[in-house]
């Protein structure tokens, strides 16, 4: 009976267990695509947004009306709010527990503000953003309120997508893009680092994932030999992480790749319009020491020449950091292969903008400590946990493998195995 309960429990776990390891390896591989993203997008200044996928820091402002958190009243752009009750209840023990039940829970966002840097501010839409604020909790007699607020005033990072026109230029998070829709008062690197401990987590749950599946098959089809099983597990596993590192590794360099032509393309024409507007004649060529050096600044005006100089060191760290990406290993050897060439770097770009300097590299990040120290610590702990168990069976299995099946009448002291009918023992009274 058991052993058809088995099978069928094997039969039932091994699709379940390949389908959350499949599910949670594309979740991980979306985490660190959005964090790929975001690292090869430099940050800009107002000043200088093109079209595309945009990095911005600055100070959040309103821009008309603002709504009221409902407990503590502060205007904001962004609420959530959460209320909850203390309910006394008798758990099946018959003992009287606790817990929070949930009133009412709820979110709300103005239309759109503002976001200002030194170099000036622009429109923000809020539809579609995903707001990264700090919530704070408050007790008051049986309730617990829980508000997290997104307020004027706050320094603030955001992921989005620019479009410009005639008339102005605007930050949205509904236009189609490589880029994670955030609003955020953590900063770039919080956000990046939230990106990676997530994809980690889901890579690690992944695997787990399919070790436990390959088990329930080994199990299934009677493979009970530890050296098999390890075997099975490391070459799927294996096998598996190389062919998904290369395919993250194409789609990324080609991401970023066609991402930076992209821009570059966006920045030209935007540099031949505004260049047109002084009569400057520019032919395209980035390098042109004629056109773009000190002088430029009294053939355009203030804004105009801030915007030549932001959009140029712009392009200059996009396409350093697309270079940084492919020069790494594996990436160097591998690129040629998948087609991917580099990008020649812009030459005048310390001369002519030399603010950009700081954007020319990929800040490293690091995972959350207690993220690293649980991740660490707790799979530590299950290996050794189960290492230690795993070992205790298979000396159990080995110490009665090794005994033979005995008769009953050839039975000696110490341990045995015999086999035979149960019979109901019978006492004369």
Same mark, same amino acid.
């Given at each position: 009976? #058991?052993?058809?309960?088995?099978?069928?429990?094997?039969?039932? &776990?091994?699709?379940?267990?390949?389908?959350?390891?499949? $599910?949670?390896?594309?979740?991980?591989?979306? @985490?660190?695509?959005?964090?790929?993203?975001?690292?090869?997008?430099?940050?800009?200044?107002?000043? &200088?947004?093109?079209?595309?996928?945009?990095?911005?820091?600055?100070?959040s402002? =309103?821009?008309?009306?603002?709504? +009221?958190?409902p407990?503590?009243?502060?205007?904001?752009?962004?609420?959530?709010?959460?209320?909850?009750?203390?309910?006394?209840?008798?758990?099946?023990?018959?003992?009287?527990?606790?817990? #929070?039940?949930?009133?009412? !829970?709820? &979110?709300? !966002?103005?239309?759109?503000?503002?976001?200002?840097? &030194? $170099?000036?501010?622009?429109?923000?839409?809020?539809?579609?953003?995903?707001?990264?604020?700090?919530?704070?909790?408050?007790?008051?007699?049986?309730? %617990?309120?829980?508000?997290?607020?997104?307020?004027?005033?706050?320094?603030?990072f955001?992921?989005?997508?620019?479009?410009?026109?005639?008339? +102005?230029?605007?930050?949205?998070?509904?236009?189609?893009?490589?880029y994670?829709?955030?609003? +955020?008062?953590?900063?770039?690197?919080?956000?990046?680092a939230?990106?990676? @401990?997530?994809?980690?987590?889901?890579? +690690?749950?992944?695997?787990?994932?399919?070790?436990?599946?390959?088990?329930?098959?080994? #199990?299934?089809?009677?493979?009970? %030999?530890?050296?098999?099983?390890?075997?099975?597990?490391?070459?799927? *596993?294996?096998?598996?992480l190389?062919?998904?590192?290369?395919?993250?590794?194409?789609?990324?360099?080609?991401?970023?790749? @066609?991402?930076?032509?992209? *821009?570059?393309?966006? =920045?030209? *024409?935007?540099? *031949?319009?505004?260049?047109?507007?002084?009569?400057?004649?520019w032919?395209?060529?980035?390098?042109?020491?004629?056109?773009?050096?000190?002088?430029?600044?009294?053939?355009?005006?203030? !804004?105009?020449?801030?915007?030549?100089?932001?959009?140029?060191g712009?392009?200059?760290?996009?396409?350093?950091?697309?270079?940084?990406?492919?020069? %790494?290993?594996?990436? !160097?050897?591998?690129?040629?292969?998948?087609?991917?060439?580099?990008?020649?770097?812009?030459?005048?770009?310390?001369?002519f903008?030399?603010?950009? =300097?700081?954007?020319?590299?990929?800040?490293?990040?690091?995972?959350?400590? #207690?993220?690293?120290?649980?991740?660490?610590?707790?799979?530590?702990?299950?290996?050794?946990?189960?290492?230690?168990?795993?070992?205790?069976?298979?000396?159990?299995?080995?110490?009665?493998?090794?005994?033979?099946?005995?008769?009953?009448t050839?039975?000696?002291?110490?341990?045995?195995?015999?086999?035979?009918?149960v019979?109901?023992?019978?006492?004369?009274?």
């Amino acid at each position: 009976m #058991w052993k058809a309960w088995h099978k069928t429990l094997c039969a039932i &776990s091994t699709p379940i267990l390949a389908i959350v390891a499949f $599910s949670s390896q594309l979740g991980g591989f979306n @985490s660190l695509t959005e964090m790929r993203n975001l690292e090869r997008t430099p940050r800009s200044q107002v000043v &200088s947004i093109i079209t595309g996928e945009v990095n911005l820091s600055g100070t959040s402002q =309103a821009k008309g009306r603002t709504i +009221s958190a409902p407990y503590t009243g502060n205007e904001c752009i962004y609420f959530y709010y959460h209320e909850e009750r203390e309910e006394v209840y008798t758990d099946s023990d018959g003992d009287r527990q606790t817990r #929070w039940v949930t009133v009412e !829970r709820y &979110s709300r !966002r103005v239309p759109e503000f503002r976001l200002a840097d &030194s $170099s000036g501010r622009v429109t923000v839409t809020t539809d579609n953003a995903d707001f990264s604020v700090p919530s704070h909790t408050y007790y008051s007699g049986d309730y %617990r309120y829980t508000e997290a607020r997104f307020e004027p005033g706050e320094e603030t990072f955001i992921f989005g997508y620019a479009s410009q026109s005639a008339e +102005s230029t605007m930050v949205n998070f509904t236009d189609e893009g490589d880029y994670t829709p955030i609003v +955020s008062t953590y900063g770039e690197a919080s956000e990046r680092a939230d990106m990676a @401990s997530g994809g980690i987590w889901l890579f +690690s749950f992944a695997l787990l994932s399919l070790s436990c599946g390959i088990m329930f098959t080994c #199990w299934m089809v009677g493979v009970h %030999r530890l050296l098999v099983f390890l075997t099975i597990v490391s070459m799927i *596993q294996g096998g598996g992480l190389i062919l998904l590192g290369l395919q993250m590794m194409r789609l990324d360099l080609g991401a970023s790749h @066609s991402r930076t032509l992209r *821009q570059f393309d966006r =920045a030209e *024409q935007e540099f *031949q319009r505004l260049l047109g507007q002084a009569n400057v004649r520019w032919s395209g060529d980035w390098d042109d020491r004629e056109v773009f050096n000190e002088h430029l600044a009294k053939r355009l005006a203030k !804004r105009q020449f801030d915007r030549v100089q932001g959009i140029y060191g712009d392009m200059a760290a996009n396409i350093a950091r697309y270079n940084s990406v492919r020069n %790494r290993f594996p990436e !160097r050897y591998l690129a040629p292969m998948f087609g991917i060439k580099p990008i020649p770097e812009l030459a005048l770009a310390k001369s002519f903008a030399p603010q950009s =300097a700081e954007q020319l590299t990929i800040q490293s990040v690091s995972v959350n400590f #207690w993220n690293l120290l649980f991740m660490l610590g707790g799979g530590g702990l299950i290996a050794l946990t189960g290492t230690f168990v795993g070992f205790r069976k298979i000396k159990e299995k080995r110490y009665i493998e090794n005994i033979p099946t005995s008769l009953s009448t050839g039975l000696a002291y110490g341990p045995a195995e015999i086999q035979g009918k149960v019979e109901r023992k019978t006492e004369s009274l």
